[in-house]
């Protein structure tokens, strides 16, 4: 058996090199591949640079570097098939998230709008960059893939903007008109125009321009509604009238409080009334000045457990009748924040009137 000296290995190894193979991995390959053929086949009355040149051309039919384009291929086959198995898993599971999120609001789930907004991210940021990925190799004209890429883009602005509507964050009407806008105006004409050139495709074209026109017209429609925007302003009026109720309720309390004899209980219930009333006024507060979703804000003041202990203390002072005094715990998935700053108005309310129900029977 021959053995290959490193300067016989150099010799191949440069050789299949200047032959145009670039890739690393192919070139440690076919360097293992040929020094065992030699060393295992060629005859021992047989120079090597002579029977390498004998060998090489079986590896291929034009040239060396046929081997690095077919890699390539295979390559970008496998890479292609993992994109497709992923592109189906993430759709499907963006499909079946949004329609168990609406059979959850069927339910009235308070986890409804988040997995329903999980499903449009996940249809967004997984199955469009995707999609994207697969129409630059399916697409032969240049310009076709990026009008396409450009749409594809706009949508997942889109689905990342409904899925922060239904969550309430901040920044949903710009992202949805904006994206609405762009598509409106920029998208479905470059792609009417670059495609309807195409006879064949002409027809396909006009009706999925249609389509696309009501869909974008109906999306920018339903994030611009004024009706919407009277309801908040309604809103805002009714909680500054609570607002004011309040401070006035507070005012006369205190007074009513001052001009009756000191008695332990009063004062117990006093002390959580007020302690209750200060808390809710700060959560307010960070809910109007922070960015974070007023659930979260709940969970860091711990209101819940705060509630439940004021309803126990109404269930010793209004022992007969005290459903009517209990407050009620909040759910902030399901409402914006206006709302749900009227609502801690309204629970605001509520413990001021149950303390001066008390202190006027007292008094009396």
């Known amino acids: 058996m021959y053995k290959i000296s490193n300067e016989e290995v150099d010799f191949i190894l440069n050789d299949i090199k200047a032959q145009g193979i670039q890739i690393e991995d192919l070139q440690y390959n076919l360097l293992d591949h040929i020094c065992c053929i030699i060393e295992n086949e060629m005859p021992e009355n047989e120079s090597f640079y002579g029977f390498y040149q004998k060998i090489i051309p079986t590896f291929f039919n034009t040239n060396l570097k046929e081997i690095q384009t077919e890699t390539r291929q295979l390559l970008q086959f496998k890479y292609y098939t993992i994109i497709q198995k992923l592109l189906k898993i993430s759709g499907l599971m963006a499909v079946l998230m949004i329609i168990a999120g609406l059979f959850s609001r069927f339910l009235e789930w308070e986890q409804a709008n988040l997995i329903i907004s999980l499903g449009a991210w996940l249809f967004?940021?997984?199955?469009?960059?995707?999609?994207?990925?697969?129409?630059?190799?399916?697409?032969?004209?240049?310009?076709?893939?990026?009008?396409?890429?450009?749409?594809?883009?706009?949508?997942?602005?889109?689905?990342?903007?409904?899925?922060?509507?239904?969550?309430?964050?901040?920044?949903?009407?710009?992202?949805?008109?904006?994206?609405?806008?762009?598509?409106?105006?920029?998208?479905?004409?470059?792609?009417?125009?670059?495609?309807?050139?195409?006879?064949?495709?002409?027809?396909?074209?006009?009706?999925?321009?249609?389509?696309?026109?009501?869909?974008?017209?109906?999306?920018?429609?339903?994030?611009?509604?004024?009706?919407?925007?009277?309801?908040?302003?309604?809103?805002?009026?009714?909680?500054?009238?609570?607002?004011?109720?309040?401070?006035?309720?507070?005012?006369?309390?205190?007074?009513?409080?001052?001009?009756?004899?000191?008695?332990?209980?009063?004062?117990?219930?006093?002390?959580?009334?007020?302690?209750?009333?200060?808390?809710?006024?700060?959560?307010?507060?960070?809910?109007?000045?922070?960015?974070?979703?007023?659930?979260?804000?709940?969970?860091?003041?711990?209101?819940?457990?705060?509630?439940?202990?004021?309803?126990?203390?109404?269930?010793?002072?209004?022992?007969?009748?005290?459903?009517?005094?209990?407050?009620?715990?909040?759910?902030?998935?399901?409402?914006?924040?206006?709302s749900f700053l009227l609502k801690l108005t309204q629970i605001q309310l509520q413990i001021l009137s149950n303390e001066n129900h008390l202190l006027s029977l007292q008094k009396n």
Not at 131 to 153: A, C, H, N, P
Not at 231 to 254: F, G, K, R, Y
């Open 124 to 338: 967004g940021l997984v199955f469009i960059p995707l999609m994207i990925v697969l129409k630059f190799k399916d697409e032969d004209r240049t310009q076709d893939k990026w009008i396409l890429s450009f749409g594809f883009f706009l949508a997942l602005l889109a689905s990342v903007g409904i899925g922060f509507k239904l969550m309430h964050f901040p920044y949903a009407n710009v992202l949805i008109q904006g994206s609405s806008i762009l598509f409106l105006c920029i998208y479905l004409p470059l792609y009417y125009i670059l495609r309807a050139k195409k006879a064949e495709l002409k027809f396909n074209t006009t009706i999925h321009a249609v389509l696309m026109m009501v869909f974008g017209g109906m999306l920018f429609s339903l994030s611009n509604s004024k009706e919407k925007d009277i309801l908040i302003q309604d809103i805002q009026a009714s909680h500054i009238q609570l607002e004011q109720t309040c401070q006035s309720i507070q005012q006369t309390n205190q007074h009513l409080y001052k001009t009756l004899k000191k008695n332990p209980e009063i004062q117990t219930f006093h002390e959580k009334s007020m302690f209750l009333s200060a808390k809710i006024i700060k959560i307010k507060k960070q809910i109007t000045d922070s960015s974070k979703h007023p659930t979260v804000i709940m969970e860091e003041y711990s209101l819940s457990n705060e509630i439940s202990e004021y309803n126990h203390l109404i269930s010793i002072f209004f022992p007969q009748g005290s459903d009517q005094y209990r407050l009620t715990n909040l759910h902030a998935q399901e409402i914006n924040q206006i």
